[in-house]
């Protein structure tokens, strides 16, 4: 079994920076592509990022385009998402998933493309 467990979530006021990561179990973290989503308070799941094996491929959400920034580290089975510029919009619970599809340059969008999820972890941005 796979198993995703992100940290790092908080309280940060609007402006401010916060670092979520994710931890994943099991020997092939370096083979999956690695998203980030959120779900705000009454709103759809939406995607934020994602990064390819090996990063080749980086994809972000337009609204966080320029704020966020997300990296992997293989050798840790981790992969973080640094959050700048902070936003009362930006309040969400941050969920990391995996693509387990064998592929080099797989860095999909759509929350249907991965199998494994973590539990997310809560971002709050007061005003």
């Known amino acids: 079994q796979v198993q995703l467990v992100e940290s790092g979530g908080g309280l940060v006021q609007a402006g401010g920076s916060l670092r979520v990561s994710c931890v994943v179990s099991?020997?092939?973290?370096?083979?999956?592509?690695m998203g980030w989503f959120r779900q705000a308070p009454g709103k759809e799941r939406e995607f934020v990022a994602v990064?390819?094996?090996?990063?080749?491929?980086?994809y972000y959400a337009d609204s966080v385009q320029g704020r966020f920034t997300i990296s992997r580290d293989d050798a840790k089975n981790t992969v973080h998402l640094q959050m700048n510029n902070l936003n009362p919009e930006d309040t969400a619970v941050y969920y990391c998933?995996?693509?387990?599809?064998?592929?080099?340059?797989?860095?999909?969008?759509?929350?249907?493309?991965?199998?494994?999820w973590g539990q997310g972890t809560q971002v709050t941005v007061s005003s």
């Open positions: 998933a995996a693509d387990a599809r064998d592929g080099y340059y797989y860095a999909s969008r759509s929350d249907f493309q991965y199998a494994y």
């Open positions: 990064i390819s094996v090996r990063g080749r491929s980086i």
């Open positions: 099991g020997p092939n973290f370096s083979r999956y592509a």
